[in-house]
């Protein structure tokens, strides 16, 4: 297995990046190759510095940067020598099984709609994150950011690809899928949220519990959490930011230790033809290390062919 990790993405590239490709190099079995992508000579020299031998990694020079703030089409268009960009052609050739990265975002779908496509019959490819729970394990939210506006025939497929993913990765038997709501009858919510309801009520494909409010996010009641990327990044950015205040007052909690997002490195895109991660720009190298991890894991349970077995 080869994973590419775009090493000049992120707020701290390429030193995170490098330091996270360390530590999972002394995690991933020897079969698992780390191909770094972006300044070769500067990553070679920083390992050698660190001590670690240049030749256990795979290197591709690449002399181009795709910034976070720039514009994600223009940028992958025009930056053809890009780390992204570059990581992508290898994803598209068939010369990398994963590729990850915690740079710019709309370039990384971007790259992901317009390189290995979207798989037939799905309408939006969406990201997930990882809820917690009180009692132990965790659910599965999306999508949380990449679709801020979704049609009820968007949510559907959002049921079926977290489905598919909680199961296959995650390995939670028949996992509960809900639809955050502002309360749980099925008239309740918006004329999107009623819709989404009345095709998921009597589904086959994924086991639908109904509809969830805010206070079910961190209990046993729901294991997949359906929403729109609006909704769902704002659920996301605020559970990150009540970690930081717990963080800053000194309050010392197992489970909110939980919320550290650099236990889970970061997503896959759902629905596209390719293992492709997107990782926080802040990572740091534990979540750079994770995110090679979770890769391998989700490219080892063969997930992208196994939802593209079910919309087939």
Known sequence: MR???????????????????ILALKELPPEVKIVLIGDSEAAKTYLTEKKVK???????????IIEMAEHPTKAFSQKPQSSIAVGFKMLKDQQLDAFASAGN????LVGSM?????????????????????????GIMLDVGTNADCKPDVLYQFGVLGSIYAKEVYKIENPKVGLLNIGEEPEKGN??????????????EFNFIGNVEGRDLFGDKVDVIVCDGFVGNIVLKTAEAFYRLIMKRKRND?????????????????????????????SS????????????????????????????
């Not at 975002?105 to 990384?108: H, I, N, Q, R």
């Not at 909110?256 to 802040?282: A, C, R």
Request: proline share 5%; charged share 20%; aromatic share 10%.
């Open 54 to 64: 240049p030749e256990s990694f795979e290197f591709v020079h690449t002399t181009q």
């Open 3 to 21: 994973i590419g990790l775009d090493i000049m993405g992120g707020d701290y590239a390429p030193k995170n990046c490098l330091d996270g490709a």
């Open 254 to 282: 197992e489970y909110f230790d939980k919320f550290n997002y650099e236990l889970y490195g970061g997503t896959p895109i759902l629905g596209v033809n390719s293992t492709v991660m997107i990782g926080h720009g802040i």
């Open 114 to 138: 317009f390189s290995v496509k979207a798989i037939p019959g799905i309408i939006r490819p969406c990201i997930t994150t990882i809820l917690p729970k009180i009692n132990g394990g965790f």
């Open 105 to 108: 975002t709309g370039a990384m």
């Open 285 to 312: 190298a534990l979540a750079f290390k994770n995110m090679l991890v979770l890769a391998k894991d989700v490219n080892d349970a063969k997930l992208n062919d196994k939802i593209k077995t079910l919309f087939s």
């Open 191 to 204: 004329l999107v949220a009623q819709s989404a309801y009345n095709l998921m009520k009597e589904t086959k």
